[in-house]
């Protein structure tokens, strides 16, 4: 076969089948099958060559900060500290375990997307009809759909009969697709091919036939598979930043090391000595405790998101939640209920108001904001009655939820009727129905005959306000009078609603003979002479909570957009209504998938950052706007449930998959899922991520002053000629020790007030603040002074050079307890932060001064780590020096919070 076109949809049926060469009476015969296996493979989605799993686990520790602990580990080993070496591979191991074990869940995505495709197909071949595996489907063969199957691959339909199709997944749109046999415009997005049935959707009404097109990778399901595959891993901020700074604090300490080693060469120090102080200075200046503690903080913001149902499924996504600038959310079930909702009914010349969102039948109906008895207006009541009546779908209640079992659009009905008290029940027992005229697209209304009164039956009429109203002469009023119709106003009423992106159905009813019982949808004239009764006007009504979650993260400064595949208007109101875009008083304008197709990149990059809403949007677009905006230094959380959203959301710095409604491919490509699809538990994890930057910031802050002091002090001794205050052993006692029972602790420490009123940092703004930076170097001067002032006095004054070291190490652990306090907050002062609100912090200190103290007292320890004990006087020098320094760091702190103020006013 030639090369197949791509625009089937645009095709007239003649030109498709002679495109496939295919029999739409007879189908494909087994040869042809057989050939075009050959030619187009299997009908399933090709994986991408797997990493194999040795070569994914080695690349776990391609990293600078690994090498750093790689290093330290060896030197361990290399020293005869084989516990200390333990511990430290011990900790890269355990890191290369999780990032393999979440790598390979991720990857698991496409095999999600196999399980799309249906299993069976009934096909024509051969002339006869039969049931085939659906992974033997060529492009060419006829295919027949019944309510409930899975479509097995891409087909042009060319029989429809009621066909309904849900491909909410593809394409975002909450209400099924309604099939007809059109020739569609070649600029016809996606969601609007109403002559195409996609692989991977699911028929929820109706019977179709369509000849194949597409199979495999070819299909729309298959091209998102690819797009999948081709979406970048993005690094975390914190991943980047940190990947930064190992790198140049590998290059220091190595860069250190040397000038000691050779500095002690040239004041003629024997050279054994001299690489032993450049192995002390590199050992000491490593911050081996990073890695784990940063691994542990991250999972402790895991527990806390999941208590606010948001699960993380990759441990660096809790950071990023706290670096996100833009959040760009699916509209359908995120932002919005996910279940249609009658808002608005219209009869008898006026507009009701029904209050209550979603399936469950509570509300209240209102007029002019005052509660409306539905009996004082006979018109409005049959207009409810009519949209119980002439209907198909059920509500049923299910593990204390209530659900629609059929159409989404019959379902709003339902509830509506509900809320002012009508029984579908009672009115099925009552009204029995006699006959139906099913919906057909051509058609375009439902009608349904039941048994009214004595002698009478009532027909109700459900369906577009145009075939409705030119079937109607005459509109039921308050009291019940039928009169002459007024249809400018009724159309002017029924477009007023559909410009605030509701969709609207319009009722009516005619009053026929007991005798007759059997509605004839060919006799169109049966259709004529009816009496108008109301409309009903329905959305998908945003979240409450969703409203006052958008207007905590604007004020955080992060901006949220809206991605969606449902229709401009419906997306404009739902914004406007949420508060997407500020509290804009004018028209929210909404950008399409089609205009987005017309666009250069420039112009997209540009429409990417200024605009809010975008709608009828393809999969593709979808992540052609997140890498836009990545393009713009931003930093993207984007949210999705649908098969379409999979390639966004694993390009997006933090993709957001939704837990109750969401595919298992949105899943899969995800970094975090909600529980309870809604986007309030994002703003929830946003903060709980600021909450985690901030403690590792802490952490940080805290931990490298010990490291460098103790290199300052050890190339200080050798640029004198001294003695090694700091033994490497030692160093990595002090290392360890302090990381795991003092810096720890600051990752349980509580979010900061007032975190989601700042901005979120600038994304290629530094790891550490100059505020920070000179934090960390007065602290390491505080080390180094007193550190070498004690090792120094104690010699002087004949002590051994082992109670010397070890008022060296101890003076370090006594003012990193002081200065852990201060790290607890970074700006704002201690003394305003209860000791109490983190007792993790009160645990570290009892168990670090145990530890000293066995580390000062034990024969054993001071055999291991050549220490000796110290007297009580020691004790109480070193404890007023670590409140002094105490204090004059929070001195530090108070003079840039005046700095700051000074700035801001």
């Known amino acids: 076969m030639e090369k197949l076109p791509d625009l089937w949809h645009h095709l007239a049926e003649e030109d498709v089948f002679n495109a496939l060469k ?84 991720a990857e698991a995505a496409i095999n999600s997307l196999k399980n799309l495709l249906s299993s069976q197909a009934t096909v024509l071949r051969n002339g006869k009809k039969q ?186 996504a809790v950071e990023t939640l706290g670096s996100t600038t833009v959040i760009c959310s699916d509209k359908t079930g995120t932002l919005t209920e996910n279940q249609m909702t009658v808002q608005h009914v219209y009869s008898g010349g006026e507009t009701y108001k029904i209050s209550g969102g979603g399936y469950e039948p509570k509300g209240e109906l209102t007029l002019k904001d005052a509660p409306f008895n539905p009996h004082d207006n006979r018109g409005l009541y049959e207009t409810l009655r009519a949209g119980l009546l002439c209907n198909d779908s059920l509500l049923v209640q299910k593990e204390g939820r209530y659900l629609v079992e059929g159409d989404p659009t019959e379902g709003a009905l339902l509830v509506s009727g509900a809320k002012i008290g009508l029984d579908r029940e009672a009115l099925d027992n009552e009204h029995p129905r006699l006959d139906a005229i099913p919906f057909e697209s051509d058609r375009q209304y439902m009608a349904t005959l039941h048994p009214s009164a004595a002698d009478d039956n009532v027909l109700y009429i459900k369906g577009s306000l145009e075939k409705i109203l030119e079937r109607c002469d005459q509109m039921l009023t308050a009291t019940g009078e039928k009169v002459a119709i007024d249809k400018a106003a009724i159309e002017e009423q029924a477009k007023q609603l559909a410009g605030e992106g509701l969709r609207v159905l319009a009722f009516g009813a005619s009053y026929q003979s007991s005798t007759f019982t059997t509605l004839d949808p060919l006799r169109e004239d049966k259709m004529h002479d009816l009496v108008f009764l109301g409309l009903q006007a329905m959305i998908d009504p945003p979240r409450a909570e969703a409203i006052t979650a958008v207007a905590a993260c604007q004020k955080a400064g992060v901006q949220v957009k809206m991605i969606t595949g449902d229709h401009a208007i419906t997306a404009e109101a739902i914004a406007r209504q949420i508060g997407i875009g500020g509290k804009t008083s004018g028209k929210l304008a909404a ?29 593709e677009q979808k992540l052609k706007l997140v890498t836009a905006l990545q393009a713009k230094r931003q930093v993207v959380a984007m949210t999705g449930d649908g098969v379409n959203d999979a390639p966004a959301l694993k390009q997006a710095d933090i993709g957001v998959a939704m837990g109750m409604a969401g ?20 703003e929830a994890a946003v903060e709980e991520g600021r909450g985690v930057y901030d403690n590792l910031i802490k952490f940080i802050s805290w931990i490298l002053p010990t490291n460098l002091g103790q290199g300052l002090v050890i190339m200080l001794a050798v640029l004198i000629g001294a003695t090694l205050p700091v033994l490497p052993v030692q160093a990595l006692w002090l290392n360890m020790t302090t990381a795991i029972f003092l810096g720890l602790m600051l990752a349980f420490e509580p979010k900061e007030r007032g975190i989601m009123n700042r901005p979120p940092r600038e994304p290629d703004s530094p790891i550490l603040s100059a505020e920070v930076i000179g934090r960390i170097f007065l602290i390491s001067f505080f080390l180094l002074f007193g550190a070498f002032y004690l090792f120094q006095m104690a010699l002087a004054e004949g002590r051994s050079v082992e109670e010397a070291r070890t008022l060296a190490v101890t003076l370090f652990v006594v003012v990193q307890s002081f200065y852990l306090i201060n790290c607890r907050t970074l700006s704002t002062s201690i003394f305003q932060t209860s000791i109490f609100s983190n007792p993790w912090v009160i645990g570290g200190v009892a168990l670090m001064l145990i530890s000293q103290l066995l580390f000062i007292y034990t024969p054993v320890m001071n055999t291991l780590f050549q220490s000796a004990p110290i007297t009580l006087n020691d004790w109480m020098v070193m404890i007023f020096y670590g409140l002094f320094v105490l204090l004059v760091v929070e001195g530090e702190k108070t003079l840039w919070r005046m700095k700051r103020q000074k700035t801001q006013g």
Do not use: C
Not at 596 to 612: F, G, R, T, Y
Not at 663 to 682: Q, R, Y
């Open 131 to 316: 049931q085939i595996s659906a992974t033997e489907l060529v492009p060419g063969d006829i295919i027949f759909l019944a309510s409930g199957d899975k479509v097995p691959a891409d087909l042009r339909l060319f029989k429809a009969r009621d066909l309904q199709i849900d491909e909410s997944a593809l394409t975002g749109e909450s209400v099924s697709s309604q099939k007809e046999r059109v020739k569609l415009d070649e600029e016809t997005v996606l969601a609007d091919r109403v002559n195409m049935a996609f692989a991977g959707t699911l028929v929820t009404y109706g019977q179709g036939t369509g000849v194949v097109i597409a199979t495999g990778d070819s299909t729309e399901t298959g091209k998102i598979a690819h797009l999948i595959n081709e979406a970048t891993e993005i690094e975390t901020p914190l991943t980047q930043k940190i990947t930064a700074f190992s790198k140049i604090l590998l290059w220091v300490i190595l860069a250190l090391a040397a000038v000691t080693f050779l500095v002690g060469l040239l004041r003629g120090q024997a050279a054994v000595d001299t690489f032993m102080a450049a192995v002390a200075l590199a050992v000491a200046a490593i911050p081996e405790g990073l890695p784990a503690v940063v691994t542990i903080t991250l999972a402790i913001g895991v527990s806390k998101m999941a208590g606010r149902n948001a699960i993380i499924r990759k441990l660096p």
């Open 591 to 619: 950008i399409t998938g089609a205009e987005l197709s017309k666009m250069s990149d420039h112009e997209l990059l540009k429409v990417a950052k200024d605009v809010h809403v975008f709608a009828r949007v393809a999969p």
């Open 663 to 682: 595919t298992e491919v949105a899943k899969e490509a995800s970094d975090m899922v909600l529980t309870d699809d809604n986007f309030a538990s994002i």
């Open 22 to 105: 295919s029999d739409h009476q007879k189908g494909l015969n087994d040869q042809e099958v057989q050939e075009r296996t050959r030619l187009f493979g299997e009908n399933r989605i090709s994986q991408k060559k797997p990493v194999h799993p040795l070569v994914r686990f080695l690349l776990q520790f391609h990293n600078p900060l690994i090498y750093i602990l790689i290093v330290a580990g060896t030197v361990a080993a290399l020293l005869g500290e084989a516990v200390d070496s333990a511990v430290i591979f011990g900790v890269v191991l355990a890191n290369a375990i999780i990032g393999y074990v979440q790598e390979s869940k």
